[in-house]
């Protein structure tokens, strides 16, 4: 995928969640952080890493938690992709997904990316940016239309407007599923404790209630490493290549069909 410009401000610091268990992944991940999973012939955050330094980001920060000594000692400085990374460590006692934002957050400065470890997003990252910038909330979600397809769908997305995120409770008015990016405010977490385990789900399901979560609907689907299933999938698309070049870059929508 060739380097693009854009008509953007820089892209921000992205948070990469690396830090879970990846138990259904067992016994695969015994002794192996999810990341560092082997994938078309190296390690999955190899893959990773260079479509976003691909995509003109440069800074990333990795959540690291179970085993993520072994992340750190192969990506190291993020030189070799482009970018420059730095890491924050969960410590004695896995964080949760919300919880190691929390920890990272003077890392990240007051507005970042957040994306998933374990997955793989042929999406363009700076119309996302561009639709946070100009929206009136402190966090935005990426949904795509999954139908059930290849997960379940926990998001009702309706007239530009999430209506509805459940992780575990989903309702057949759920068509969209969370893609796996975000970007949103460091003020986000304010309301949230310190040091303690917490899920980013729940952080999303209180912005929801509080109509502060936008959405932006994208057209690419989603790949991801973390069931049996996934994890083939992504080996399927990338065999033989670095990284997959997204469909096409959108052009610009108008805001009304995008953010409420």
Not at 78 to 85: A, E, I, K, P, T
């Amino acid at each position: 995928m060739a380097r693009v410009s854009t008509k953007t401000d820089v892209l921000p610091t992205l948070a990469l969640l690396a830090g879970g268990l990846a138990t259904r992944l067992l016994p695969l991940t015994e002794s192996v952080p999810k990341s560092m999973l082997m994938v078309a012939g190296e390690p999955f955050i190899a893959h990773q890493l260079r479509l976003l330094g691909n995509q003109g980001l440069r800074n990333v920060v990795i959540c690291c938690g179970h085993l993520g000594e072994q992340i750190e000692a192969f990506v190291g400085d993020g030189r070799q992709f482009g970018l420059r990374v730095r890491y924050s460590y969960d410590g004695d006692e896995l964080l949760g997904t919300g919880g190691a934002l929390m920890k990272a957050k003077a890392m990240l400065g007051r507005r970042f990316f957040v994306m998933y470890g374990d997955s793989y997003l042929p999406v363009w990252l700076a119309p996302v940016w561009d639709a946070f910038r100009i929206c009136s909330k402190p966090a935005l979600m990426t949904l795509y239309r999954n139908n059930h397809r290849w997960d379940k769908s926990n998001v009702e997305f309706s007239s530009g407007r999430i209506l509805r995120y459940a992780k575990k409770y989903c309702t057949p008015s759920m068509q969209h599923i969370d893609y796996g990016l975000s970007a949103m405010s460091n003020e986000v977490f304010d309301p949230w404790p310190e040091c303690e385990p917490f899920d980013l789900a729940d952080v999303y399901s209180e912005l929801v209630n509080r109509r502060e979560l936008a959405g932006y609907e994208v057209q690419e689907r989603f790949y991801e490493i973390g069931s049996p299933r996934g994890l083939s999938e992504t080996e399927s698309l990338l065999s033989g290549t670095l990284v997959a070049e997204p469909a096409h870059q959108p052009e610009p929508r108008p805001l009304s069909e995008v953010l409420p």
